[in-house]
Antibody, heavy 124, light 110 residues
């Protein structure tokens, strides 16, 4: 079954850290770049970060640069989002998404597969 | 403030047609593919259009996309109540080295 399943969300105090996971199945995980996209309450979708299919590049939105880190484990078909120094502005539903095109080293073509999302709430 | 500009809301009657605009610049829409997504609350966003005007399998031809210069448009014909959702355009911004979304358009079918 082709799917992405996120986990790791929860309630965390401002300034603390949290790691999200996204388990992929049903496709050749190592061929595709992966992204994280978030939606804050009452707001629109916001692209957060990207990791290339070959792990050679990771790119970040300015809002999370220096605080968030994306990685992937090919052996586990899993992509991770390490979130440090969390602020209340990071409260959102976090989705992982697969890029549509194989072997992308930079950029977004289209997000053709999404997970159901995991909720992150940062409290003061 | 989103890099891509969409109307916040639109409405139309069942059976009618609606076009949702997405305006950007040369560093994003002008030089990269645009994709469109349908998002219902509590669900995963769904890809409707990729590479400006191509539909994934399973997406009905009531949905269409186009791009001209630094703007893109999503068209929906034969509106159904099930089309009520938020719609987002997205692309890559070469100057920012970042993915960008429009602010989203809430479509009401009444």
């Amino acid at each position: 079954q082709v799917q992405l399943v996120e986990s790791g969300g929860g309630v965390v105090q401002a300034g603390r850290s949290l790691r999200l996971s996204c388990a992929a199945s049903g496709f050749t995980f190592s061929d595709y770049s992966m992204h994280w996209v978030r939606q804050a309450p009452g707001k629109g979708l916001e692209w957060v970060t990207f990791i290339s299919y070959n792990e050679n590049s990771g790119l970040y939105a300015d809002s999370v640069k220096g605080r968030f880190s994306i990685s992937r484990d090919i052996s586990k078909n899993t992509v991770y989002l390490q979130m440090n120094s969390l602020t209340v502005e990071d409260t959102a539903v976090y989705y992982c998404a697969k890029d549509q095109v194989k072997w992308v080293t930079r950029g977004v073509y289209a997000f053709d597969l999404w997970g159901q999302g995991t909720v992150v709430t940062v409290s003061t | 403030q989103s890099v891509l500009t969409q109307p916040p809301s639109m409405s139309a009657a069942p059976g009618q047609k609606v076009t949702i605009s997405c305006s950007g610049g040369t560093s994003n829409i002008g030089h990269n593919y645009v994709s469109w997504y349908q998002h219902l609350p509590g669900t995963a966003p769904k890809l409707l259009i990729y590479e400006n005007n191509r539909r994934p399998s399973g997406i009905p031809d009531r949905f269409s996309g186009s791009k001209s210069g630094t703007s893109a448009t999503l068209g929906i014909t034969g509106l159904q109540t099930g089309d009520e959702a938020d719609y987002y355009c997205a692309t890559w911004d070469t100057s920012l080295s970042a993915g960008v979304f429009g602010g989203g358009t809430k479509l009401t079918v009444l």
